[in-house]
């Protein structure tokens, strides 16, 4: 790791030390058993419901006996719909996807005797797309990012091998993998609302979908408080990866390591009256990175045509974010696990390298979210989210002089890109979610799709998730 991922990580120590020194108070928990730093896997990624779960379910005998003999399955399914009625390069259109996720957790002491020993599972089927271009016909990074592509039906997303060791407050795990499992979690109310390319592109972290070979060691400080570095195999042609490669496979990518580090303080009503998120992460990928701009002529890549300059000492990066519940209906004095509440979040993600293939520079967003506001549906969250990204200087002369040599005349978008979005989350069994979302943007580029000649509108997408939880939903898994 360079130097600057080495002050990253002296910065991480520091601005955690004052959550760490003070440790979480107890509220009364009537909801799950599980601590915030404890979810495993990708369902860390999906919003669950957090509803209590009904006693009537179908096949709860055979989940109690699944889960006393130290099988805990999981299966979901997630629709995702965009649409671009007015932004981007190409507007009126849209994307689906329907994703089906099968899986387990298996807790080899139940199973064969083994204290501490867990194996995580999990395989993602998306059978059914439709338009999976729709990202390069928005265009930008905060709407057209965020359009999935994923050509392959079948994809290995988590095989590892987890060892809890010290009364479990030490876990060692190694196999294939996504460290967005891990680090970095969304602290959004809607995970689609803040894709990060910096860390998925330029870290390497790659895509949900997509798991890679991965050693991480984590030690919960508090049951709150976590600290953990890991290292990932990224491959950069990850869309046309299965994750059962053991190499690079025929997918035609390049392999680099990914060297992760963080901290991070996660606390929830069950621990605070006032629960509060902070993480702060320092990452460096050694991968081969391509100039968006310069050839090894010295010259531009649109005029000279000439191979792209390189340079192979990696990129490095840091990541910071935070949420804090701000206001209470109830003072904070109530036992109600889901209480009406404000809580406002921010995070920023900044690479120090201006030669960065991915060409994004920073990218942040900051907003608050709303939960519970009508105690009828006391599990409901609603989110008014702030985001901007800029791009490097670099990107920014590459898009301008590929708009022009393909007939486009002056182009009109600056580095920044700012974007205000609406969401929700509608829970409307303790098994199924539905999150809506609006976008309106400014400065939007045609970073994913340079060569149209097309200058890019400012203006909305939409989208819609419907998440359903089939173990929960059929009684074969419980949260609690």
Request: glycine share 10%; hydrophobic share 40%; charged share 15%.
């Amino acid at each position: 790791m360079n130097e600057r991922a080495a002050v990253g990580c002296a910065l991480m120590i520091a601005v955690a030390f004052p959550a760490w020194a003070e440790q979480p108070k107890t509220v009364a928990d009537t909801m799950a058993t599980e601590y915030p730093n404890q979810k495993v896997g990708p369902r860390v990624l999906n919003v669950e419901p957090a509803a209590p779960l009904a006693s009537d379910k179908p096949l709860v005998e055979q989940g109690r006996w699944l889960k006393a003999h130290g099988i805990s399955p999981h299966l979901s399914m997630t629709e995702i719909y965009l649409r671009n009625p007015s932004v981007g390069l190409s507007t009126g259109n849209h994307e689906s996807l329907t994703i089906f996720a099968v899986g387990a957790d298996f807790d080899l002491d139940r199973l064969v005797g083994l204290p501490g020993g867990n194996l995580h599972f999990e395989q993602l089927y998306v059978p059914w797309t439709s338009n999976l271009t729709y990202g390069g016909q928005v265009g930008d990074v905060l709407a057209g990012k965020p359009g999935p592509y994923i050509p392959r039906v079948s994809h290995l997303t988590l095989f590892t091998y987890e060892q809890k060791l010290l009364d479990d407050k030490l876990a060692i795990e190694v196999g294939k993998s996504n460290a967005g499992n891990y680090f970095a979690l969304p602290l959004c109310n809607v995970p689609l609302g803040c894709v990060n390319a910096i860390l998925q592109d330029t870290a390497g972290i790659n895509p949900p979908p997509y798991a890679n070979w991965s050693t991480r060691i984590g030690y919960d400080l508090t049951p709150a408080l976590r600290a953990q570095v890991g290292a990932w195999r990224s491959n950069n042609a990850y869309p046309f990866t299965n994750g059962w490669e053991r190499d690079e496979g025929d997918s035609g990518g390049t392999l680099s390591t990914l060297y992760l580090a963080n901290l991070a303080y996660r606390s929830d009503y069950r621990m605070e009256a006032y629960p509060q998120t902070w993480e702060v992460l320092a990452f460096h990928n050694n991968g081969r990175q391509t100039d968006p701009y310069f050839t090894v002529n010295g010259t531009s890549r649109v005029a000279d045509g000439a191979a792209a300059s390189a340079t192979s000492k990696g990129v490095s990066g840091l990541y910071l974010g935070g949420k804090k519940t701000l206001w209470r209906q109830d003072g904070g004095k109530g036992q109600d696990p889901a209480p009406t509440a404000v809580a406002a979040f921010a995070s920023v993600t900044h690479t120090f390298d201006e030669d960065t293939s991915n060409g994004v520079a920073t990218q942040a967003n900051a907003g608050l979210i709303l939960s519970a506001p009508f105690r009828s549906r006391p599990f409901d969250s609603y989110s008014l989210n702030f985001n901007w990204a800029r791009l490097t200087s670099r990107e920014q002369a590459f898009l301008e002089e590929a708009h022009a040599a393909a007939g486009g005349g002056d182009y009109r978008p600056g580095r920044d890109e700012f974007g205000v979005s609406l969401d929700a989350n509608f829970i409307l069994t303790d098994s199924i979610v539905v999150s809506p979302f609006v976008l309106r943007t400014w400065g939007t580029s045609s970073w994913l799709n340079p060569y149209t000649g097309i200058n890019p509108r400012d203006g909305y997408a939409a989208g819609l998730l419907f998440h359903v939880q089939f173990d929960e939903l059929l009684g074969l898994n419980s949260r609690h």
